[in-house]
Antibody
Framework: QLQLQESGPGLVKPSETLSLTCTVS??????????WGWIRQPPGKGLEWIGT???????HYNPSLKSRIAISGDTSNNQFSLWLSSVTAADTAVYYC????????????WGQGTLVTVSS | QSVLTQPPSASGTPGQRVTISCSGS????????VYWYQQLPGTAPKLLIY???QRPSGVPDRFSGSKSGTSASLAISGLRSEDEADYYC???????????FGGGTKLTVL
């Protein structure tokens, strides 16, 4: 059974870089035709796609965040990570990782999510 | 302001049928599949409908999706108290080259 779990600091200072890791169990992140995504949800608000990593290592990023984000995979630990630089209070959100059926497809399953607060 | 437009709220009584709309445009719903997610209070979203009208295994057939032109709908029949949740539509947008979500609809079971 495929499961994903986010981990990382719950508090990040403004202007610093947010770093989160998603640990995947039940499948290899390099399995052919598997994609892996990050989605966030500010408190009380809706969902926003951040970006997706393909099994080949190719990435697709939300154009509105592209200048500040990077996503990469660690096959030895079967994890993929998100870095978001120059954070502000607007980046405070619950961050979810999920398997992405394809860059144009659906997210399933999702991790439980981790709250990241940007504050000094 | 979300690219896909959903009503902020919807409601119904147990046993009723409710529908939630999702309005988009040609580059997104008009050209690509629509997906629906259910987010129960305090939990992560869960895939409810994929490729416009397909249900993942385990999703009751009370839930159905449809798409026409640049709009999509989620219908829930035989409404139950456990259906009280936030519902989000999503699609790929060819112009933005990214996944876009609706703003979400909070469903209340009266």
């Amino acid at each position: 059974q495929l499961q994903l779990q986010e981990s990382g600091p719950g508090l990040v200072k403004p202007s610093e870089t947010l770093s989160l890791t998603c640990t995947v169990s039940g499948a290899s992140i390099r399995t052919t035709s598997h994609f892996w995504g990050w989605i966030r949800q500010p408190p009380g608000k809706g969902l926003e796609w951040i970006g997706t990593l393909s099994y080949t290592g190719i990435t697709h990023y939300n154009p509105s965040l592209k200048s500040r984000i990077a996503i990469s995979g660690d096959t030895s630990n079967n994890q993929f990570s998100l870095w978001l630089s120059s954070v502000t209070a607007a980046d405070t959100a619950v961050y979810y990782c999920a398997r992405h059926d394809s860059p144009r497809g659906y997210f399933d399953p999702w991790g439980q999510g981790t709250l990241v607060t940007v504050s000094s | 302001q979300s690219v896909l437009t959903q009503p902020p709220s919807a409601s119904g009584t147990p046993g009723q049928r409710v529908t939630i709309s999702c309005s988009g445009s040609s580059p997104n719903i008009g050209s690509n599949y629509v997906y629906w997610y259910q987010q129960l209070p305090g939990t992560a979203p869960k895939l409810l409908i994929y490729r416009n009208n397909q249900r993942p295994s385990g999703v009751p057939d009370r839930f159905s999706g449809s798409k026409s032109g640049t709009s999509a709908s989620l219908a829930i029949s035989g409404l139950r108290s456990e259906d009280e949740a936030d519902y989000y539509c999503a699609a790929w947008d060819d112009s933005l080259s990214g996944v876009v979500f609706g703003g979400g609809t909070k469903l209340t079971v009266l």
